[in-house]
């Protein structure tokens, strides 16, 4: 790219977006550049005014407009209309149970939690709930349910994860190779179980999370993984359109989908599986 310092800031700055690498900033880029009326224009505009007008509110965490004190009513209680709390680590999870509409009440997001790198106490928002739970006569106060000190034995856990590394990577494989979406997927005991994007979400981000809190780690999943994908290989071993995952993991798109899935499931919007999914189903179109 010649005399583009511009554009080349621009594909620089997309490429840090989560679940984008350089290649497809420059596709972003690149559709960008050709719809400047439609795109470019109105997407400055939005950054512009994102960037001067919303902010985390300093009391309950959640994001709000910058001109007014909470626009979620969700701590300035004008009109009282609950009586619980859900105390969250970050937006993302506040999205994510406001989606599943299973709770209605108010939000307070903590801001990370204290055993996560660098947190202080003082810099997550634990007094401030504190005087919401007094001033707002509030009854309950849910969390996320987090065992807090896990009693499982390691064989326990490498069962659990097992389980859902093989359905991921049964649903993931039939995906990224064939096009395949909802349908039945042998399981562990090679019983053909309904498996669709919301098992999927549920297996991925269940080994996600046990990563992120330390019940598992990166190199224990990648092992039972490439256990599994033998085991999913070996069940599909019938369907001449197969392509083997176990023959070279580093070269199966579909393997390395399904672990994308895992160790990049933190950063999936609400943990949704899409992105990932049509990433790669693409990329191995394209190739
Ligand atoms: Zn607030």
């Not at 033998?230 to 001449?240: A, F, M, R, Y």
């Amino acid at each position: 790219m010649q005399n583009t310092s511009e554009i080349e800031e621009l594909v620089k700055l997309i490429s840090k977006l989560p679940g984008l690498g350089p290649k497809s900033a420059k596709r972003i880029v690149l559709k960008l550049i050709n719809n400047r009326d439609e795109l470019v224009k109105p997407l400055a505009k939005t950054l512009a005014e994102v960037y001067k007008n919303i902010s985390r509110c300093k009391i309950c965490g959640v994001l709000k407009s910058s001109a007014i004190d909470c626009s979620y009513d969700n701590c300035k209680v004008i009109q009282k209309k609950y009586n619980q709390i859900c105390v969250v680590e970050n937006i993302a999870d506040q999205w994510s149970i406001e989606n599943s509409n299973i709770f209605k009440g108010y939000f307070h997001i903590l801001g990370g939690t204290i055993s996560s790198a660098g947190n202080k106490k003082e810099d997550l928002l634990i007094n401030s709930l504190i005087e919401r739970v007094k001033k707002d006569k509030i009854d309950d106060l849910l969390t996320i349910p987090v065992a807090d000190r896990p009693n499982w034995s390691v064989d326990e856990i490498n069962k659990e994860i097992s389980n859902s590394a093989q359905t991921l990577l049964g649903y993931v494989v039939r995906w990224i190779d064939q096009g395949v979406g909802c349908s039945k997927v042998p399981d562990i005991n090679n019983v053909g179980l309904m498996e669709d994007r919301a098992t999927l979400r549920i297996s991925s981000q269940h080994i996600a999370n046990w990563v992120h809190h330390g019940v598992t780690t990166k190199m224990q999943v990648i092992e039972i993984m490439k256990e599994m994908a033998k085991i999913v290989d070996k069940q599909n071993e019938n369907d001449q359109n197969y392509i083997k995952m176990s023959t070279d993991y580093d070269r199966s798109t579909a393997f390395q989908t399904a672990c994308e899935l895992i160790f990049k499931g933190k950063d999936q919007p609400s943990g949704y599986t899409e992105p990932l999914l049509h990433l790669n189903r693409l990329k191995k179109k394209l190739a």
